[in-house]
Nanobody, 117 residues
């Protein structure tokens, strides 16, 4: 069982930046793709970004060009750098391995990101 612990969230003004981290309880070197998700109040959890084993990335249209996902297989950590934040980015952010378009892991506690206008 893999556990991820998300951190780095906070309160930021629109246009600002935040960097999130997602630390795994085991080595991620053999993992395939790992994804970032977010859940806004009253809405379903949605996929935000994927970082592949080779470091390739893909993004939801809403964040493309503003967010950057990376991974460090030595530190067993996945990162999400978020720039030019908007109020609609306000959500709890989670990470999980992803396969076939579906998350594989139980959700952690997530990290809250709040963007004020």
């Amino acid at each position: 069982q893999v556990r991820f612990v998300e951190s780095g969230g906070g309160l930021v003004q629109a246009g600002g930046s935040l960097g999130l981290s997602c630390a795994a309880s085991v080595s991620i070197a053999s993992f395939g793709a790992i994804a970032w998700y977010r859940q806004a109040p009253g809405k379903q959890r949605v996929l935000v970004a994927i970082v592949g084993r080779d470091g390739s990335t893909s993004y939801a249209t809403s964040v493309r060009g503003r967010f950057t996902a990376t991974r460090d297989d030595v530190k067993n950590t996945v990162y999400l750098q978020m720039n030019s934040l908007k109020p609609e980015d306000t959500a709890v952010y989670y990470c999980s391995r992803i396969q076939g378009g579906q998350p594989l892991d139980s959700w952690g506690q997530g990290t809250q990101v709040t963007v004020s206008s």
